[in-house]
């Protein structure tokens, strides 16, 4: 009897403890590449469905309380200078450690109208830089190794890394020691990795730490291997595995 008094006794403590810790997670730094070169066309309605989509699924996941960070840049000649939106979520949940339930549900209650509220006008913004059109000479070229230097300024927050990217993935920058899959994508996953190998060399020199990386593809399931090459992605597969990042997810 003394046993079971005993053991119930320490369930109870232990059950109250863990009622009573706050939420500890730290807030996430999103960050969506949105391409605006000519190779993707965002009007065709099975892009603009994905993306649309993606977006609305990223800001649910990501934007979840106070200090959530999200920017948008856009993949074109010049995508390090190519900040379009840079977002911070101001709503903030009290403190209800001490309050009675009642204070407690009222406090929830008002934080999710808040962060609904935000989420809406994030959600508005980056759909309106989706659509938003780029017609200058900027979209010849897509040089996706300059979001690196983006993603490394992130990582210095200390924050949690999520890195979108709404591309074909087609690097294309002419000029030595540059990649241009334009005219000369890789012919096979050995050439990808030999090819991304040699560039990481060259990248390490920005140091990403370990964002989770997706690559939101613009092809239909149906897409030929010649307008969708596997060993495009394959080549950014090895190539963010050589630079550290350990989660790198292909949609």
């Known amino acids: 009897m003394l046993c079971f008094l005993c053991v119930s006794l320490c369930l109870t403590l232990f059950s109250c403890s863990t009622e009573q810790k706050p939420s500890t997670s730290d807030p996430t730094y999103t960050l969506i590449f949105i391409d605006k ?9 099975f892009v603009m469905r994905k993306y649309q989509q993606a977006i609305n699924d990223i800001i649910e ?3 979840r309380q106070k200090g959530d960070r999200l920017d948008v840049y856009f993949i074109h000649e010049n995508t390090s200078k190519a900040r379009a939106l840079n977002m911070t979520v101001r709503a903030e949940m009290e403190d209800v450690s001490a309050a009675s339930p009642t204070d407690r549900e009222a406090a929830e209650t008002e934080f999710d109208l808040l962060l609904t509220r935000e989420k809406a006008q994030i959600r508005q913004r980056v759909l309106q830089q989706l659509v938003a059109q780029n017609d200058g000479a900027s979209n010849q070229r ?12 992130a990582s210095e927050t200390g ?3 999520k890195v979108y990217y709404l591309s074909d993935m087609i690097e294309s920058v002419p000029g030595a020691n540059r990649r241009d899959f334009q005219k000369t994508p890789p012919r096979d996953n050995t050439q990808a990795d030999e090819w991304a190998k040699a560039d990481a060399q060259n990248l390490k020199r920005y140091t990403i730490g370990s964002p989770e990386i997706t690559m939101l593809l613009p092809f239909a399931p149906n897409a030929s291997v010649r307008e969708n090459n596997p060993a495009v992605t394959q080549y ?8 550290g990042v350990g989660n790198v997810m292909e949609e």
């Open 61 to 63: 996941q990501n934007i």
């Open 142 to 153: 897509t040089d996706i190794w300059a979001s690196l230097p983006v993603i490394e300024k």
């Open 159 to 161: 924050l949690s890394v």
């Open 236 to 243: 950014w597969q090895t190539l963010f595995a050589e630079l």
């Open 37 to 45: 070169t000519r190779s993707v066309n965002v009007n065709r309605a």
